[in-house]
């Protein structure tokens, strides 16, 4: 990890940007539910029981700071009651950016950028729904290991919570895609503003494929 020189104050605005990646996520999943849209759809996806796989990516925008990640989740769950879901995830994730460290009079940056594998559980509670379209509100939380301390004088394993809303829109009876966002929380759980538990907040945007199987 090294340090570079300082920083003029311009480089330590931040400005949010959607990745490429993502909104190419998102035009091919809006594609494909267009082209799969004449099929008429039941609510048999919604009653409790059942087998679900989710496959999908994330991004995370970091508040005040350039520090993003980027997350591929494969997730495995089932319908715990009507409209209400259970699912547990693998996240292979990235952390990419600079961190803004130092007083006013003496600015500096450090890189952060490290690889990280990750478990998480999620209650995804579907309530409101309008034809083939419904709004859910998510619940979630895991852990996260990066081979690199994260953030800066963080610690490699640390907790993430990320709860959030989205909707999903089906292009079949047992399948769905879903876009959403949530509000990012990482730190390693030794309490606020401890000197050696430095947390990464941020916006996350999410887009997945969601398959049940009876």
């Known amino acids: 990890m090294q340090l570079n020189k300082v920083i003029p104050k311009n480089e330590c605005d931040t400005i949010q940007k959607i990745p490429k990646q993502f909104l190419l996520v998102i035009t091919f999943l809006i594609s494909f539910h267009v082209i799969n849209a004449q099929h008429n759809f039941s609510s048999e996806f919604y009653k409790k029981g059942g087998k679900i796989f989710s496959l999908g990516f994330e991004h995370v925008s970091g508040f005040n700071t350039s520090l993003e990640c980027y997350s591929l989740r494969a997730g495995y769950g089932s319908m715990l009651l009507k409209n209400l879901t259970v699912f547990s995830f693998l996240d292979l994730s990235t952390t990419n950016g600079f961190q803004v460290i130092g007083s006013d009079e003496n600015l500096l940056k450090t890189r952060q950028k490290s690889f990280g594998l990750g478990t998480s559980f999620l209650l995804r509670w579907y309530l409101l729904h309008s034809g083939k379209i419904k709004m859910f509100i998510d619940v979630g939380g895991g852990i996260l ?15 993430t919570a990320r ?30 503003n401890h ?14 494929i969601v398959i049940r199987k009876k």
């Open 163 to 192: 709860p959030g809303v989205g909707i999903a829109m089906h292009f079949d009876d047992n399948k769905q895609i879903v876009f959403g966002i949530n509000r990012f929380h990482l730190s390693n759980g030794l309490g606020y």
């Open 195 to 208: 000197p050696s538990n430095p947390a990464f907040d941020g916006l996350g945007l999410f887009a997945s």
């Open 145 to 159: 290991y990066t081979f690199e301390r994260f953030p800066y004088q963080g610690t490699k394993l640390n907790f």
